[in-house]
């Protein structure tokens, strides 16, 4: 045997050995990597250590702070829900005992103090949003995804230069992949109204430090320190049903007056520092006290790769486990993590109702493939499925019995959960919870629901499909 056939194959098994240890955690992603290293030596593990490589460490020392210690500095207080008198209802203890779990879980509270407004689609999210910014008084902060500089992001865009210009602080933070078509000259006529940018690991630059793989897939706007936004819905025109070849889109963003802003104005700091390396000063005017008097529960959760890459994934699987009779959800991307897929299946044998709207058409035919990858385990534990047929869904919801909602950025997918910085806010009380059951249902009228024995005789040719990509879901 030649002596470079022999040197190939040492390095040939190498990239499995180098593999290996890094990625032992995340089973899925060990899989993942390890077949593309498999069919493409090399080149595959070229691909990994550059965009795939887990960055624990270096991620953490970039953006661990005490939100308490923030809160506490700029004298604003959220108010901790904790209840004492919960009668005799089992129904009521559970939900404290379930309250209880998740502020041991997540690094912010449930705050107490707030009034929420679920928005069912763009045209009504935009609106509330500019109407927002045009009555801001001190500062503006965006901290978004994807945004567009034509039609509706256009209008964004102007009507921020404009504050600028009125004197306000203003702050735009955009993702580097996500907003990759952002016109460079409107970024420049925003900097020169007086507008700070700031681009969230620009592709370059994330490349030659290996987190190409990690992106700010959050959607935050913080108005003066006392109105806030979070949910599906980035700033463009698709969002309005305009895109050619998807059509309709289905999406679902909350906004929230009071407490919980203060730690949506957290993570907009926290993300600033990452992607700028500059601290926002700490002051009273981005944590102002407020007036409200509504007494809605709010817990905002936090995911980011290598701090809180647990946090959201524990925070859904306990409110999963905590459901006696429903639990509905609705996801543009059905690629769960092995706890929560697990926690379904469980919840339907036992008897609650576990609905799961999945997309008809999707903006990604392998994403889509991989979703279904995983819908027939489901529909053979008796969750029932629905695929939506009006257009694209793409609403992030999850509605536990009675006791919580959750509305935000993450999918029910490994990518969301482990590698994106996302946000998720968790609603506890009845106003809130009502309007996401009905636009549930709403949405469960325009669906056809998967039916067992006739998905199982699908093409071989699709199910082959669906099981390479079922391999790489987890990077997708």
Known sequence: MSPWVGWLLALYVLQFAAILPLEHR???????????????????????????????????????????????????????????????????????????????????????????????????????????????????????YTIRHTGVGGEFLALLAEKAQEGLEVRLLYDGIGSLGLDESCVRALQEAGVETVCFAPPKAAFLERRLNYRNHRKIVVIDGKIGFLGGINIGDEYLGLDPKIGFWRDTHLRVHGDAVYYLQVMFMQDWRLASGKQ?????????????????????????????????????????????????????????????AMS??????????????????????????????????????????????KGFIHAKVLIVDDMLASVGTANLDMRSLYS?????????????????????????????????????????????QEALMHMLSPLL
Not at 280 to 301: D, F, G, Q
Not at 454 to 463: D, I, Y
């Open 26 to 144: 995340r089973q899925s992603y060990l899989t993942a990597w390890l077949f593309i290293a498999l069919v493409c030596p090399f080149i595959g593990f070229a691909a990994y250590w550059f965009i795939g490589r887990w960055h624990k460490r270096s991620i953490r020392s970039a953006v661990r702070v005490s939100p308490e210690a923030e809160l506490n500095a700029a004298g604003s207080k959220a108010v901790i829900i904790q209840t004492s008198e919960w009668g005799d209802s089992s129904a009521l203890a559970l939900e404290h005992r379930l309250q209880q779990a998740l502020a041991r879980l997540s690094p912010f509270p449930v705050t107490g103090r707030n009034r929420t407004r679920v928005l069912t689609n763009a045209e009504e999210t935009f609106e509330a949003i500019l109407d927002a910014i045009r009555a801001a008084r001190h500062h503006i902060h965006m901290d978004y």
């Open 280 to 340: 926002l000063p700490l002051r009273e005017t981005y944590m102002p006290a407020h007036s409200i008097r509504e007494t809605e529960r709010v817990m905002i959760v936090p995911g980011m790769p290598g701090v809180n890459d647990r946090e959201i994934v524990e925070v859904m699987f306990a409110a999963i486990a905590a459901a006696r009779t429903r639990i509905y959800a609705a996801t543009p991307y059905f690629i769960p993590d092995p706890a929560i």
């Open 344 to 389: 379904l299946r469980v919840a339907a044998r036992s008897g609650v109702d576990v609905r799961l709207i999945i997309p008809g058409i999707s903006d990604s035919e392998l994403v889509l493939l991989a979703t279904l990858s995983y819908v027939q385990d489901m529909l053979e534990a008796g969750v029932r499925v629905y695929r939506y047929g």
């Open 420 to 464: 994106n910085y996302e946000s998720i806010a968790l609603v506890f009380d009845e106003k809130p919870i009502r309007a996401l059951e009905r636009d549930f249902e709403e949405d469960l009228l325009q669906c056809e629901e998967l039916e067992l024995e006739l998905f199982s005789k699908r093409p071989r040719k699709q199910k082959a």
